[in-house]
Every structure is written in C-alpha cells, then in structure tokens.
C-alpha cells in the first residue's frame, strides 16, 4: 500500500507539473482526490491492514492527499500568473502611436450671431436666461395686455395644446418679461433667446418655428432714450460705426409707446437696393417701453419703476449678415450649405 501511495505521489506531481489549463488540473484533482479517484481506491484497502499498521498508513495518505493540493493550488497559481502576463502583453497600449484625429465640425452660423449678441449685452451688465417653450396663454398673452380675442390669439395663428386654449406653444419670447418681473428682485436687465412658435407657412422668409431675442431693463428712471442709446450701441457693435438707425412708432399692446427699429441698409447706404428690397432700410425690432399695467400686473410700482424691451428675430439678423437668401437654409442643416461659414 505504501507503494501504491508513493507510485501516485510520483504521477500525479509530474502530471500536476505538466498540466497547461486550469481545466486539465480540476480533471487531475478529480482524477486522484475525488470520491472515485485514486486515493480513494488506495484508502479502500485500508479494510485489510492490521489495527496496528493503519494510523500510520491513514497519516502517509493524509500527507499525500495535502501534497497533491498544495502542488495542484502551486500549479494553478503558476498557471494564472502566465494567463495574466500574456493578456496584459496582448492589451499593451502604445500611447506614443499618434491617434486618429476627429473630424470637427463648428458652430451654426446662426448661433454665432447669437454669441456674438450675448457677448454685446454681457458687456453692458445683462443676464442671459431660458425660458419654457411650452407656455400658459396667461404669460404669452394675458398678462402682457393682450386680451381675449385678439387677433393673434386665435387658433388660426398658435399652436395649442387644450381645448380650453390655456397651453400653447409660445408665440414670441416675450412671456419672458413676464418670468422675468415676477421671479427677478430689481432692477433686472436681461435678454432671453429662443424658439418661438406660429402657424405660418414655410417659405423663403417664414417659418413656423423661429428664433426671437427678448430684452428688457427694469429700474428707476428707465426712459425712451435709454432704449434707443442701448439699441444704437449695440446696433454698431453689429453692423459697424456709423451705422444709422431710425425709430417708427408702432403698437404692441405690452409697451407704451411702441415703435419699430429699423437699420439704413449697409449694402447700399439707404439708396435701395435688392438686400433692402428697395426700402433704403431694413427692420430689425420691435419694441417700446414696458407697459404701465404690465409692470403692475407683476407687481411692480410703474409710479417708481419703469422698463423698455425689445424683440428681435434671430433668424433675419443672420441672413443679413451671412447673405443668406432663404430661411428655409437656416433649418436644412445642408452640410453643403454649413460648411461654407
Ligand atoms: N414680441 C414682439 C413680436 O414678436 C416684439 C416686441 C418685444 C415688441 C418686446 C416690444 C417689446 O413682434
């Protein structure tokens, strides 16, 4: 029986040390430790040894079987190692090699008509804020004077989203002012880009969703004439020194007066021309100083506090500048078209 201990000893460690899986050694641990294995069929014989001679052979085979795990764990262990090196060699990473540069491309022509326009107000002290798209009639038009039944509240010309005509997608970026008084301590001075919503028409010059820029100062001692030196500054920050402006009256309901900006065409200097369509100007905003009830509405004293604001088109202030002829260019996103600013 010793033997047949030792003869196992001598093959299993020399299989042990030969094996190249952890998979061939779990074989070779069930092959000589498990229950029908070989020490097993060695310890069976046990039966026929004297009550003398078996704790000396049940010690020999309890040694045996620790040694052939403990070469078995050595050899997984080994086997590990070298798994573990190959993969890390395999997986090595030449962070010297040069990469694969990304093909970029850039910025909307538009929205760098929009980052240049922030910069401008940003240099003057404003605060840029955003605003739901999705909007109550109440922001979009009631509380900015515009009463039931006027004629841009009809269905013909909103989006709505109820029956009841309370939630609409916003018609112009106005509301804002409104967001903007309620929720702002004073004085306020911001502007507020962003989608807008009406049911026009897509053609060379309309579409049913554009970009506006709403502005607004709120504070004591606000007057006409801050608006147009504001509006006059940032005009030539635009369109260059020199560049004339002319205020016409106008209506909207929410300012009191009213008027419309245009600019002196700077292609042809106010001689007309197609960029003018002959006008000798082009209109760029509307807008006025806030409405008495407006300011009250928000809960502001208009006997101590007065405001102007302005909304501009976002879209049109690119075409002039780009020399883009039809809006319907803006939206296509025509890599063709993109790539040429
Ligand atoms: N919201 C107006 C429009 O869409 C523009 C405007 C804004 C006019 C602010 C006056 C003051 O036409």
Redesign the pocket.
Known sequence: MKEAMQRLREASIQAILESDSPDSLENLRVKYLGKKGELTAILRQMGKLSAEERPAMGQLANQLRGDIEASIEKRRAELNEAMLAKKLEREALDVTMPGEKPQLGHKHPMYNVLDQIKEIFIGMGFEIVDGPEVELADYNFTKLNIDEGHPSREWTDTFYFTEDSRILLR????PM?IHAMEAKELPIRMIAPGR?YRKDEVDATHSPMFH?I?G?VIDKGVTMSDLKATLNLVVEKIYGKGTVTRFRPHH?P??EP?CEMDIQCHKCGGKGCPTCKGEGWIEV????MVHPKVLAGCGIDPDVYSGW????GLERLAMGEYKITDLRLIFENDVRFLEQF
């Open positions: 018609t112009q970026t106005s002012q807008v506006q709403e607004m909207f929410f300012t009213s905003l509307g807008a006025g604001a302005f909304g501009m």
